[in-house]
T-cell receptor, first 115, second 112 residues
Framework: DVKVTQSSRYLVKRTGEKVFLECVQD?????MFWYRQDPGLGLRLIYF???????EKGDIPEGYSVSREKKERFSLILESASTNQTSMYLC??????????????FGAGTRLSVL | KQEVTQIPAALSVPEGENLVLNCSFT??????LQWFRQDPGKGLTSLLL?????REQTSGRLNASLDKSSGRSTLYIAASQPGDSATYLC???????????FGPGTRLSVLP
């Protein structure tokens, strides 16, 4: 089974802190994604990556950055956390290649509260 | 810009009923469509993936259909059970891209 692991289930941070959210997948997937999920807004894509050291902006990249130094790990960074970044953060990964395999697998999520 | 809507936002049914969840998208030029379930406070679990060239996919009690021309997909759940209670999300992938656009979800409650 594919496993996508997010390092923390719950985080509480202060405004202005630098926050790292870590995601690791064990299926050698090329593609990795970071989403945030908010009530009434659904899932919105923050950043994604097709390969090591490669990153692309999603729909709402402002206030975030990412790092992909190794294929299995994709980190989301909040340079200076703000209260409007309080949200549920979900990481996902998928294979490239044939369409049939291009299913996204999600981690359990990290619920971040910025006070 | 692709927009995905899901109706109804919430649904409550007695155990044993067959039910249909709806997903609509504004741009019919999609690559594929995926249905997920999400349990409270947890991540998403993939249920079914339909390619743009397919009309439907089935897995157990679940059947998903796709009508690209009308911008619609339905998820049919047969003989619903309390364990089916969750939020169901549909997501469409843009053509020639890797990004999904998600709908807001339908929160399903199956009452024993």
């Amino acid at each position: 089974d594919v496993k996508v692991t997010q390092s923390s289930r719950y985080l509480v941070k202060r405004t202005g802190e630098k926050v790292f959210l870590e995601c690791v997948q064990d299926m050698d997937h090329e593609n990795m994604f970071w989403y945030r999920q908010d009530p009434g807004l659904g899932l919105r894509l923050i950043y994604f990556s097709y390969d090591v050291k490669m990153k692309e902006k999603g729909d709402i990249p402002e206030g975030y950055s990412v790092s992909r130094e190794k294929k299995e790990r994709f980190s989301l960074i909040l340079e200076s956390a703000s209260t409007n970044q309080t949200s549920m953060y979900l990481c996902a990964s998928s294979n490239s290649g044939t369409i049939v395999r291009n299913i996204q697998y999600f981690g359990a999520g990290t619920r971040l509260s910025v006070l | 810009k692709q927009e995905v809507t899901q109706i109804p936002a919430a649904l409550s049914v007695p155990e044993g009923e067959n039910l249909v969840l709806n997903c609509s998208f504004t741009d019919s030029a999609i690559y594929n469509l995926q249905w997920f379930r999400q349990d409270p406070g947890k991540g998403l679990t993939s249920l079914l993936l339909i390619q743009s060239s397919q009309r439907e996919q089935t897995s157990g009690r679940l059947n998903a259909s796709l009508d690209k021309s009308s911008g619609r997909s339905t998820l049919y759940i047969a003989a619903s059970q309390p364990g089916d209670s969750a939020t169901y999300l549909c997501a469409v992938r843009k053509n020639y891209g890797q990004n999904f656009v998600f709908g807001p979800g339908t929160r399903l409650s199956v009452l024993p």
